[in-house]
């Protein structure tokens, strides 16, 4: 998949940073704060499909940051909490959440360099499966095997490595996937579909909960499920 993006180089005292952001914007998709009880990804299609080829892009990509601005989409009814943008980086990189605050003044959008990004389905799928097959075998799972959640400065981290960031993307390409065939999608409903936490650090006994949902965006009578067509406007006296 080629995804567009928009590619910056800000500095934070003595050190700089590779930062991409996708473009356009995810506008139909919201995250909320998980360190706060509960956390919610919602999106539609495209940002749900778009979220999982930036995480397949993190993946491979230990020394860049992804930032995805989701706080200035549209409003969803059913987003819990505070809503966060988002950031995805290796945890070898040293990006310090407190820093961040100075790395985003120099994301000034039109003063990047516009690009595009490729990820491999095939690869990412492979490595995903390396990390679910770690994961039935719990004995075989690490601390580095987990995704470190961080917020600060309204920004959800999450810090990871490859194949932690490649089987996210897969629970990511199946929201999007299958989302849209959910009761209630073409309703306007959202779509419960699968879910981050197993990816979590446990604490006290408990993960660090972030669920994934799917809701299309109004006006719905536009939404069509997988595999149906289109609806065709009738013929009129005119047409041919």
């Known amino acids: 998949m080629r995804l567009r993006v928009e590619e910056f180089r800000p500095r934070a005292g003595r050190y700089a940073f590779r930062v991409v952001q996708p473009r356009p914007e995810l506008r139909h998709t919201t995250l909320s704060d998980?360190?706060?009880?509960?956390?919610?990804?919602?999106g539609d299609h495209d940002g749900l499909a778009r979220l999982a080829a930036l995480l397949s892009?993190?993946?491979y990509s230990p020394h860049t940051v992804v930032h995805v601005p989701l706080r200035g989409g549209v409003p969803r009814e059913f987003a819990p909490g505070t809503p966060v943008d988002l950031v995805l980086a290796h945890r070898t990189l040293g990006l310090r959440p407190s820093v961040w605050p100075a790395l985003r003044r120099g994301l000034?959008?039109?003063?990047?360099?516009?690009?595009?990004?490729?990820?491999d389905e095939r690869r990412t799928a492979e490595h995903a499966?390396?990390?679910?097959?770690?994961?039935?075998?719990r004995d075989r799972l690490d601390p580095a095997d987990r995704i470190r959640p961080a917020v600060h400065a309204r920004t959800l981290f999450l810090f990871g490595a490859r194949d932690t960031f490649a089987?996210?993307?897969s629970h990511l390409e199946a929201a999007a996937g299958f989302g849209p065939r959910g009761k209630g999608a073409?309703?306007?409903?959202?779509?419960?579909?699968?879910a981050l936490t197993r990816h979590m650090p446990v604490t006290g006994?408990?993960?660090?909960e972030l669920d994934i949902g799917f809701q299309a965006y109004p006006p719905y009578r536009h939404f069509?499920?997988?595999?149906?067509p289109a609806s065709r406007r009738s013929r009129t006296a005119a047409s041919a």
């Open 129 to 137: 499966a390396a990390w679910e097959a770690r994961w039935e075998r």
């Open 167 to 169: 089987s996210a993307s």
């Open 205 to 208: 006994g408990w993960h660090t």
């Open 34 to 42: 998980p360190l706060r009880g509960w956390g919610y990804l919602v």
């Open 186 to 194: 073409t309703k306007g409903r959202d779509v419960l579909v699968t």
């Open 108 to 119: 000034t959008r039109g003063r990047g360099t516009p690009g595009t990004v490729r990820t």
């Open 57 to 59: 892009f993190a993946a």
């Open 224 to 228: 069509r499920r997988p595999g149906r």
